[in-house]
């Protein structure tokens, strides 16, 4: 790397190659060749930044510059100011918001400033399809301490004292996980990563995945070694195919270099690692459904006891970690159990990724230390709510979790402070709300997805989410009665005691969570039959102000029905009748001439 | 059993890819994506053709191909239509998207329009959650979508 006197660094993150972050690349590599400068400055494409809001990324080292949503067209531009003459291009460096200055290093933006990135370490920094700049971050230097230095168990000790627990949602202590696998005797066990990350609106095991999948390749050696397993399977979404495509390439390169394979560092230790690919289904997270989904089957949970532990895939001792999980481990390793113990609060202990999405301004990937508050992550990270608008809700833990308010901002989020408010961790989606999201509606949509992905085999969860849906349904459409809401608190009761996995068992959050902090939203729903956020279709109308409307046709033209009517510079009518209630019209007039009633 | 009325080249096809993963019934879902890949969906006699080489049940390969809602039994259009529906999206206004493109190819979620052009589909998060809402095209990928936009995207495909 050495030969190289700069570095361009381009996200190549999903987000930022839907906005053509591989065209920059190359006029970047046109733009170098034109002025023969290719052998000095080195272009290279990354995984994720995390400042998907601002995306596409372009980072110039050494002198950590952060361009901000660069377009194809501006790579001449800096080639020929930056690279040669030594200027910023200064229209593409971030501003921030508040103080209205310029921004050049990211280490001083507010999005960077309270995160500190262990599982991310790699993401934004290497290229995750070259080998070389793993190894040359410390890269494997974990798996060759426990291969050489440490005994099984000792591994597993450090993990334990780590206080290292579960990323997936469930929040178990690895460290305990593992010890229960190795004690397990048994002539083949397995190590499997859990990659199929269903939880809608959630990105981060892809985002570790696609910029730094030997960090998990190396914690599940370490993990086979600690448990005496010779084979790692990872189970990913077949819809994640760039992800899947820097795991293959890892892999084989891995093998190469003897670091998977037989006789690893010359141990004696055999490990490798093969893929199995999910197909949509959102249970398959929960691990004996993604077990038996590996062996072929319907991916359908069974009762626990037993545990993988003991009789996992095919029947073997199986231990299962998520993606986040493993990428903590080689770090653990390296600087030691008590410096990761050092981050992060007493029971839940070092940082945790989060999918920021939703009325923020910073959308984005952020890995923060546990105990951190919502505040924080929101306003300072997040920048705040879209639009100057006002705060409502912020949903953690996707469908398994709650709606949290105003009134849990300063929680420090752990895993059990967040158990506590009624929501929880879950693998780390945050959807930010603003005044303009109807809570109801909000609980209708996660019910959506649980009556659609629950897989039908308890009674509890296909029937009584299915019946829940219904009453949401119902309240929304303006028919429903106060008697429904307690329905809804007792049907979720029974829900939440009686169903086999942890799917059923947390699907009724959302409604409870909801019904909690935002009852007088539920109250105007079922009484006044009005939705106060006017979201939902069959209680609202729209209506032009005929004092705002200036009669410049932009509603009539835009309407995909023909329900406006009206002369040039006057007042126009919609039909309520005909209307369909798209919107289109409110969101093309220029004027606030259109509102919802 | 019904009949096999598909071409022999692709009942050899599937031969061949059975083959591949040593006709073992655990490898099913492996098998059977590789068949959607050639086939673009798995209709009843793809998969009676996959029973008989892995040695299983019609009635389980189809209890497969129905859990998981990545297989298709229907063929999907030239233009497949995604419209990501998880949450960053939906609380940014993709339920207005979908309701519109419904309206303007008159097709619902699931489904192909007649002349095989465009099909439906809601996905959950392709990840993009910064550039919400999200449309997908084939491989095309549609950022900020408003509803107001979507008769011009599909005008993009008409021609």
Same mark, same amino acid.
């Given at each position: 790397?050495?030969?190289?006197?700069? *570095?361009?660094?381009?996200?190549?993150?999903?987000?930022?190659?839907?906005?053509?972050?591989?065209?920059?690349?190359?006029?970047?590599?046109?733009?170098?060749?034109?002025?023969? /400068?290719?052998?000095?400055?080195?272009?290279?494409? =990354?995984?994720?930044?995390?400042?998907?809001?601002?995306?596409?990324?372009?980072?110039?080292?050494?002198?950590?510059?952060?361009?901000?949503?660069?377009?194809?067209?501006?790579?001449?531009?800096?080639?020929? &100011?930056?690279?040669?003459?030594?200027?910023?291009?200064?229209?593409?460096?971030?501003? @921030?918001?508040?103080?209205?200055?310029?921004?050049?290093?990211?280490?001083?933006?507010?999005?960077?400033?309270?995160?500190?990135?262990?599982?991310?370490?790699?993401?934004?920094?290497?290229?995750?399809?070259?080998?070389?700049?793993?190894?040359?971050?410390?890269?494997?230097?974990?798996?060759?301490?426990?291969?050489?230095?440490?005994?099984?168990?000792?591994?597993?000790? &450090?993990?334990?004292?780590?206080?290292?627990?579960?990323?997936?949602?469930?929040?178990?202590?690895?460290?305990?996980?593992?010890?229960?696998?190795?004690?397990?005797?048994?002539?083949?066990?397995?190590?499997?990563?859990?990659?199929?990350?269903?939880?809608?609106?959630?990105?981060?095991?892809?985002?570790?995945?696609?910029?730094?999948?030997?960090?998990?390749?190396?914690?599940?050696?370490?993990?086979?070694?600690?448990?005496?397993?010779?084979?790692?399977?990872?189970?990913?979404?077949?819809?994640?195919?760039?992800?899947?495509?820097?795991?293959?390439?890892?892999?084989?390169?891995?093998?190469?270099?003897?670091?998977?394979?037989?006789?690893?560092?010359?141990?004696?230790?055999?490990?490798?690692?093969? %893929?199995?690919?999910?197909?949509?289904?959102?249970?398959?997270?929960?691990?004996? !459904?993604?077990?038996?989904?590996?062996?072929?089957?319907?991916?359908?949970?069974?009762?626990?006891?037993?545990?993988?532990?003991?009789?996992?895939?095919?029947?073997?001792?199986?231990?299962?970690?998520?993606?986040?999980?493993?990428?903590?481990?080689?770090?653990?390793?390296?600087?030691?159990?008590?410096?990761?113990?050092?981050?992060?609060?007493?029971?839940?202990?070092? =940082?945790?990724?989060?999918?920021?999405?939703?009325?923020?301004?910073?959308?984005?990937?952020?890995?923060?230390?546990?105990?951190?508050?919502?505040?924080?992550?929101?306003?300072?990270?997040?920048?705040?709510?879209?639009?100057?608008?006002?705060?409502?809700?912020?949903?953690?833990?996707?469908?398994?979790?709650?709606?949290?308010?105003?009134?849990?901002?300063?929680?420090?989020?752990?895993?059990?402070?967040?158990?506590?408010?009624?929501?929880?961790?879950?693998?780390?989606?945050?959807?930010? %709300?603003?005044?303009?999201?109807?809570?109801?509606?909000?609980?209708?949509?996660?019910?959506?997805?649980?009556?659609?992905?629950?897989?039908?085999?308890?009674?509890?969860?296909?029937?009584?989410?299915?019946?829940?849906?219904? /009453?949401? @349904?119902?309240?929304?459409?303006?028919?429903?009665?106060?008697?429904?809401?307690?329905?809804?608190?007792?049907?979720?009761?029974?829900?939440?005691?009686?169903?086999?996995?942890?799917?059923?068992?947390?699907?009724?959050?959302?409604?409870?969570?909801?019904?909690?902090?935002?009852?007088?939203?539920?109250?105007?729903?079922?009484?006044? *039959?009005?939705?106060?956020?006017?979201?939902?279709?069959?209680?609202?109308?729209?209506?032009?102000?005929?004092?705002?409307?200036?009669?410049?046709?932009?509603?009539?033209?835009?309407?995909?029905?023909?329900?406006?009517?009206?002369?040039?510079?006057?007042?126009?009518?919609?039909?309520? !009748?005909?209307?369909?209630?798209?919107?289109?019209?409110?969101?093309?007039?220029?004027?606030?001439?259109?509102?919802?009633? | 059993?019904?009949?096999?009325?598909?071409?022999?080249?692709?009942?050899?096809?599937?031969? &061949?890819?059975?083959?591949?993963?040593?006709?073992?019934?655990?490898?099913?879902?492996?098998?059977?994506?590789?068949?959607?890949?050639?086939?673009?969906?798995?209709?009843?006699?793809?998969?009676?053709?996959?029973?008989?080489?892995?040695?299983?049940?019609?009635?389980?390969?189809?209890?497969?191909?129905?859990?998981?809602?990545?297989?298709?039994?229907?063929?999907?259009?030239?233009?497949?239509?995604?419209?990501?529906?998880?949450?960053?999206?939906?609380?940014?206004?993709?339920?207005?998207?979908?309701?519109?493109?419904?309206?303007? /190819?008159?097709?619902?979620?699931?489904?192909?329009?007649?002349?095989?052009?465009?099909?439906?589909?809601?996905?959950?998060?392709?990840?993009?959650?910064?550039?919400?809402?999200?449309?997908?095209?084939?491989?095309?990928?549609?950022?900020?979508?408003?509803?107001?936009?979507?008769?011009?995207?599909?005008?993009?495909?008409?021609?």
């Amino acid at each position: 790397m050495e030969k190289y006197k700069m *570095h361009i660094l381009i996200c190549g993150g999903t987000g930022c190659r839907a906005s053509a972050s591989e065209a920059i690349q190359n006029n970047l590599q046109d733009a170098l060749k034109a002025k023969g /400068l290719e052998e000095e400055v080195q272009v290279v494409m =990354t995984g994720c930044f995390g400042f998907c809001e601002k995306g596409p990324i372009v980072k110039i080292l050494p002198d950590n510059t952060f361009y901000i949503e660069v377009k194809p067209e501006d790579a001449e531009e800096i080639i020929e &100011e930056h690279i040669i003459k030594g200027r910023k291009v200064m229209r593409l460096l971030y501003t @921030d918001p508040e103080k209205k200055e310029v921004v050049s290093d990211s280490k001083h933006m507010g999005f960077y400033k309270k995160q500190i990135r262990i599982a991310l370490r790699n993401c934004g920094f290497i290229n995750p399809e070259n080998i070389n700049e793993y190894i040359a971050t410390d890269g494997y230097a974990a798996l060759g301490k426990c291969l050489t230095e440490m005994t099984p168990q000792a591994v597993i000790d &450090e993990i334990k004292e780590s206080g290292l627990r579960g990323r997936g949602g469930g929040g178990f202590p690895t460290g305990l996980k593992w010890e229960f696998a190795s004690k397990n005797e048994a002539d083949q066990k397995y190590v499997v990563c859990n990659a199929d990350e269903g939880d809608p609106g959630a990105f981060m095991d892809r985002s570790i995945l696609e910029g730094d999948p030997h960090s998990v390749l190396e914690a599940m050696a370490i993990c086979g070694y600690t448990m005496g397993a010779d084979k790692g399977l990872i189970y990913i979404r077949a819809e994640y195919p760039l992800a899947i495509e820097r795991l293959k390439v890892a892999i084989k390169q891995a093998r190469e270099y003897g670091l998977l394979g037989k006789d690893i560092m010359g141990s004696g230790f055999n490990f490798d690692v093969e %893929m199995r690919y999910g197909a949509g289904a959102f249970v398959c997270g929960e691990e004996t !459904a993604l077990i038996h989904s590996m062996e072929g089957l319907r991916g359908e949970p069974t009762v626990k006891p037993p545990f993988p532990a003991e009789s996992g895939y095919n029947g073997k001792p199986t231990n299962v970690n998520n993606v986040e999980t493993f990428a903590n481990v080689p770090v653990i390793i390296n600087k030691g159990a008590k410096w990761f113990k050092k981050i992060g609060t007493e029971k839940s202990t070092g =940082t945790k990724v989060f999918a920021l999405a939703g009325k923020i301004n910073n959308v984005g990937l952020i890995e923060v230390p546990m105990g951190t508050t919502l505040r924080e992550v929101i306003y300072e990270i997040g920048g705040g709510i879209k639009d100057g608008k006002k705060f409502k809700a912020v949903q953690t833990g996707g469908p398994s979790g709650g709606c949290l308010t105003e009134k849990h901002l300063d929680t420090p989020i752990d895993f059990d402070n967040l158990l506590a408010v009624g929501s929880m961790m879950g693998s780390g989606g945050m959807i930010v %709300m603003d005044e303009d999201d109807c809570m109801v509606s909000v609980a209708k949509f996660y019910l959506d997805f649980t009556v659609e992905e629950s897989c039908g085999k308890c009674t509890p969860c296909r029937v009584g989410n299915k019946r829940l849906y219904e /009453l949401l @349904d119902k309240i929304t459409e303006g028919k429903g009665t106060k008697e429904d809401l307690d329905l809804l608190r007792n049907l979720s009761t029974v829900i939440k005691d009686t169903s086999l996995c942890g799917l059923g068992q947390t699907s009724p959050n959302p409604v409870l969570s909801t019904i909690e902090n935002f009852y007088d939203e539920y109250i105007a729903h079922v009484e006044e *039959h009005k939705c106060p956020s006017g979201q939902c279709k069959a209680l609202m109308q729209y209506v032009i102000d005929p004092e705002l409307c200036v009669g410049c046709t932009l509603c009539a033209r835009n309407c995909p029905v023909d329900c406006i009517a009206g002369d040039r510079k006057e007042a126009h009518i919609i039909d309520t !009748a005909k209307c369909i209630k798209c919107g289109a019209c409110m969101e093309k007039c220029k004027f606030n001439a259109i509102s919802i009633q | 059993m019904a009949k096999i009325k598909l071409a022999k080249s692709k009942v050899d096809k599937l031969v &061949e890819i059975c083959k591949s993963f040593n006709n073992e019934g655990s490898e099913l879902i492996n098998v059977l994506h590789k068949a959607q890949e050639t086939f673009g969906y798995l209709p009843a006699e793809v998969q009676e053709i996959i029973a008989r080489e892995l040695n299983v049940s019609v009635a389980h390969v189809y209890g497969v191909v129905t859990f998981y809602s990545f297989f298709s039994m229907v063929p999907k259009g030239e233009f497949p239509i995604s419209i990501c529906m998880g949450t960053a999206c939906y609380v940014r206004g993709a339920e207005k998207v979908l309701e519109e493109f419904k309206r303007q /190819l008159n097709v619902p979620v699931g489904e192909t329009t007649e002349d095989g052009k465009f099909s439906i589909s809601c996905l959950r998060c392709v990840g993009a959650c910064g550039l919400a809402p999200v449309v997908t095209i084939g491989e095309r990928v549609y950022g900020r979508v408003a509803a107001g936009d979507v008769a011009d995207i599909i005008k993009e495909y008409q021609s």
